[in-house]
């Protein structure tokens, strides 16, 4: 799904960080299966055995760096007069809008490299038990408190009314 003019991509820098989480998904992931790989290869004694199970493990560690880069490219958030929403997917495509007057809180979070890259977490939780919170990972940090501080005085400008 293209991004429009009133959509906001994530920052550049996350990118980095969505292929190192993916791709440590693909790392963790790939040692069944190089392990499978290898048994399978010593079973119908093939002398490539140890090719096949680390050829296999690199597979999936490389796909989870495209999934990870695809994911990011996906993603886009936007705060308008009626609250924020945030999209991402392409194959599995799924929108979430928080209306202004759903906002209970929101936290900020820095991991250890979202702080090495100057990123943050946007947490928004919601009145409600079904997605009764909506994080947005990957956002510049200047951008996630101004968000934060935006939807907090939507919320207390509803709270005045």
């Known amino acids: 799904m293209p991004i429009d003019a009133q959509w906001r991509p994530l920052s550049p820098r996350a990118k ?26 010593t079973q119908i004694g093939t002398g490539g055995a140890a090719a096949i199970a680390l050829s296999s493990w690199a597979v999936l560690l490389a796909l989870g760096i495209i999934v990870g880069i695809k994911r990011f490219r996906s993603s886009a958030w936007r705060l308008g007069e009626d609250g924020f929403a945030y999209r991402r997917g392409r194959l ?24 090495r890259w100057n990123l943050a977490t946007l947490v928004v939780h919601t009145a409600g038990s079904k997605m009764s919170a909506v994080s947005v ?25």
């Open 16 to 41: 980095t960080l969505y292929a190192l989480r993916h791709g440590a998904i693909g790392f963790v992931a790939g040692i069944p299966i190089a392990v499978l790989a290898f048994s399978f290869g």
């Open 92 to 115: 599995f495509f799924r929108e979430t809008r928080v209306p202004a007057s759903r906002v209970q809180h929101l936290d900020l979070k820095h991991g250890p490299l979202e702080r």
């Open 137 to 161: 990972t990957g956002l510049d940090a200047g951008d996630a408190e101004a968000l934060r501080d935006r939807l907090a005085r939507q919320l207390d400008d509803d709270d005045a009314l």
